[in-house]
């Protein structure tokens, strides 16, 4: 069966420093890999996805950037964090070659103090 | 810009009673839709998706979409102090998901 890991479960990061969040998925091959964020009172905002190594889509341009530099894994950073940047982040996979169905990692709570 | 809204709630059903959670799309492209619980603190679990018309049941859950309408709703059966969290609709949008905000549901005893 397929298991996605994700690290840190929380974080508390001051404004202007870096950030690196992993995600890597198992019992799969040729995942799609997303970065979603979740802020309060809000709803799961697309940041990133890839649908293979190096590929990078990003919707929403900001101070975040993504890697893939394995097929399952993922990488959400940053170099210099801002106050808006807290929020719940969750990486999630789908079956490549159109897979729909998205499933979620544990998720990381950040806050940007 | 491709929205899904729902209501926020909560919306509270005594335990035993039929739950019924509502989401519109604006949308006319997708052809998939899902039904996610999020508990607090916790990263939404996939609990239902449909694709066609009509209704489709999983044990207590039912969901049913209407694509004239652009209207999708999830059903809970038999409603338990367990089902007490936030229920995230999406459509796809090609290549990811969209979300609505989340219901939030309340059962109880």
């Known amino acids: 069966s397929q298991t996605i890991h994700q690290w840190p479960a929380t974080l508390v990061q001051p404004v202007g420093s870096p950030l690196s969040l992993e995600c890597t998925v198992e019992g799969t091959s040729n995942p799609n890999l997303y970065w979603y964020r979740q802020a309060a009172g809000r709803g799961l905002q697309l940041l990133f996805y890839?649908?293979?190594?190096?590929?990078i889509s990003s919707e929403v341009p900001q101070n975040l950037s993504a890697s893939r530099p394995q097929d399952r894994q993922f990488i959400l950073s940053s170099k210099k964090l801002l106050l808006s940047d807290s929020g719940f982040y969750l990486c999630?996979?789908?079956?490549?070659?159109?897979?729909?169905?998205?499933?979620f990692g544990s998720g990381t709570q950040l806050s940007v103090l | 810009q491709k929205e899904v809204e729902q209501n926020s709630g909560p919306l509270s059903v005594p335990e035993g009673a039929i739950a019924s959670l509502n989401c519109t799309y604006s949308d006319r492209g997708s052809q998939s839709f899902f039904w996610y619980r999020q508990y607090s603190g916790k990263s939404p679990e996939l609990i239902m998706f449909i694709y066609s018309n009509g209704d489709k049941e999983d044990g207590r859950f039912t969901a049913q979409l209407n694509k004239a309408s652009q209207y999708v709703s999830l059903l809970i059966r038999d409603s338990q102090p367990s089902d007490s969290a936030t229920y995230l609709c999406?459509?796809?949008?090609?290549?990811?998901?969209?979300f609505g905000k989340g219901t939030s549901l309340l059962v109880t005893p």
């Open positions: 999406a459509s796809d949008s090609g290549y990811a998901l969209n």
């Open positions: 999630a996979w789908s079956h490549g070659q159109g897979g729909k169905k998205l499933f």
């Open positions: 890839s649908v293979g190594i190096g590929q």
